[in-house]
């Protein structure tokens, strides 16, 4: 890997791992959808693959722009440096997404309730979206910084993708999913509640029942406040809107 000297070099690893992600994520997500049995749950996964089609069809985009100015750079004597051959061709594998996906992918080989199962498929794809969240923000940053604006909303786009499908997540975990895990529902198949109420993980975490979804909020919330300090102080103001 050639030396990278400014933080355009940085942005375009940050694509490149990012590419990497939405490719792995793409082959990850039919299995969770295989493996979810609430309808919405299943539904939200399915959209979620196509959205993450359209996104790596995004970064192509985003590849192109940032190609199309180095070779600019190029005519007007300056160096392309290591982005050239970065996207010319050769593989790069984000390895915190694949660490991600083998991790969901270890829980998901588990023998459980189904109910039990729903929640853990969406921990595995909230950690999915938090770190797509992370690489988002800090290459729409680092776009913003070196005032590509076109790259700078297409990232944004994708990025406000990610927010959406994290709170949809949020939304079933807590407005259901996490309670029937809690509680062992959707057991037909299988037996004994109190088995199930000892594979949820939420008991613990939980309390009671009135005081869970307060907790859980704010545990699968926790990357909110993020969102407007790790990036940039414009961040704050525009990430989760949607109008350009
Ligand atoms: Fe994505």
Same mark, same amino acid.
């Given at each position: 890997m050639e030396k990278m000297i400014n933080l355009k070099d940085l942005l375009k690893h940050e694509v490149q791992d990012l590419y990497s992600a939405e490719e792995q994520i793409i082959e990850a997500l039919p299995a969770m959808i295989d493996k979810a049995q609430n309808k919405q749950l299943k539904q939200a996964l399915q959209n979620h693959l196509a959205v993450t089609r359209k996104q790596k069809e995004r970064l192509d985009?985003?590849?192109?722009?940032?190609?199309?100015e180095d070779a600019e750079e190029e005519n007007g004597g300056k160096s392309k440096g290591f982005f050239s051959k970065f996207?010319?061709?050769? *593989?790069? #594998?984000?390895?915190?997404?694949?660490g991600v996906i083998a991790e969901g992918e270890k829980i998901m080989g588990e023998d459980m309730n189904p109910a039990v199962m729903d929640a853990a498929i969406i921990a595995c794809a909230q950690k999915v979206e938090h770190y797509e969240i992370c690489?988002?923000?800090?290459? &729409?940053?680092?776009? &913003?910084?070196? +005032?590509?604006?076109?790259?700078a909303e297409l990232l944004e786009e994708t990025l406000n993708e990610?927010?959406? /499908?994290?709170?949809?997540?949020?939304?079933?975990?807590?407005?259901?999913?996490?309670? #029937? /895990?809690? +509680?062992?529902?959707?057991? %037909? +198949?299988?037996? @004994?509640?109190?088995? %199930? #109420?000892?594979? *949820?993980?939420? $008991? $613990? %975490?939980? @309390? *009671? $029942?009135?005081?869970? @979804?307060?907790?859980?909020? /704010?545990a699968t919330k926790s990357a909110s406040p993020a969102r407007g300090s790790r990036t940039s102080k414009k961040a704050a103001t525009s990430k989760r809107s949607k109008a350009k």
């Open positions: 985009e985003v590849r192109s722009l940032l190609n199309d996207f010319g061709g050769g *593989s790069h #594998k984000c390895k915190g997404m694949e690489g988002y923000g800090t290459a &729409r940053a680092y776009a &913003r910084e070196l +005032n590509m604006g076109n790259v990610e927010y959406e /499908a994290d709170d949809l997540l949020t939304d079933l975990a807590v407005g259901r999913l996490n309670e #029937k /895990a809690e +509680n062992g529902e959707m057991r %037909s +198949n299988r037996k @004994p509640a109190s088995r %199930s #109420k000892g594979a *949820s993980t939420s $008991k $613990k %975490s939980a @309390p *009671s $029942k009135k005081s869970a @979804p307060a907790k859980k909020g /704010a």
